[in-house]
């Protein structure tokens, strides 16, 4: 009996900072507050990313500058890949923020894809995000969210896996495709494009931002159980348990 490929774990940030380089400061002058709220980057999300690639020996993908620029987890030609900041540059501007942040930021992250599928390797990759407790007149009812493309079989199987996974932890509300769509317009959606079902499973981890600017004791615990759990999820060898 053949035995599994081995499954590799990639780990992409595509919201995790606020930075605006100085040739585009003055696209925020007076407006310099919004770069500390979720409009800016997920809240939290580098500093998971960065605990979820300390347990697991994994680099981390991380976009180097705010989503007000350019949105790294938006295809191009999708109306959100700009903000009203950055859509006040003229065309060559918008293209330099596409050559120089946009484009080896997606096809880093591809790259590492496609060597271990090129090396007989299958690949879970998990893309992790955060979201605002309120949007609007909503407030959302999940603590974690498990992001995926239920026709995906071995997507699905892997989020219904980590969610049993996470069920221990008390008071704990993990949903799947909430709060949003799994197969909405996002860097995994893009990448589900390209890789096949048997070698490709893409997650995106959804986290709510309260317990992160609480940064009391549940924090920690949800990030050594984010970490713990996922390292389960990879260990059994092949993306969805197979």
């Known amino acids: 009996m053949a035995s599994s490929p081995e499954c590799r774990l990639v780990l992409s940030c595509e919201h995790g900072s606020a930075r605006v380089p100085a040739r585009y400061a003055h696209l925020f ?10 409009r800016a980057l997920d809240i939290g999300s580098a500093e998971l990313a960065t605990a979820l690639g300390r347990q697991s020996g994994v680099r981390v993908h991380r976009a180097a500058v705010t989503r007000l620029l350019v949105d790294c987890n938006r295809s191009e030609g999708h109306p959100g890949l700009y903000s009203e900041f950055s859509r006040r540059l003229p065309p060559d501007g918008r293209r330099h923020l596409l050559e120089d942040y946009y484009r080896p930021y997606r096809q880093g992250v591809a790259a590492e894809v496609c060597g271990y599928l090129a ?55 993990v949903r799947r495709n909430y709060p949003y769509r799994g197969v909405a317009d996002g860097l995994v959606t893009s990448f589900r494009r390209h890789f096949a079902t048997d070698d490709y499973v893409g997650v995106e981890l959804e986290v709510c931002q309260d317990i992160f600017l609480a940064r009391g004791s549940r924090w920690q615990r949800l990030r050594r159980l984010l970490a713990g759990s996922l390292m389960i999820l990879v260990g059994s060898a092949c993306p969805g348990g197979q």
């Open 29 to 38: 002058e007076g407006a310099e507050a919004v770069l500390t709220t979720h």
């Open 119 to 173: 090396a007989g390797a299958s690949v879970l990759h998990v893309s992790v995000h955060t979201f605002t407790r309120r949007l609007g007149g909503d407030v959302r009812n999940a603590d974690v969210g498990l992001l995926y493309d239920p026709s995906r079989a071995a997507e699905k199987s892997l989020c219904r896996a980590w969610q049993k996974l996470l069920a221990g932890e008390p008071g704990l509300r």
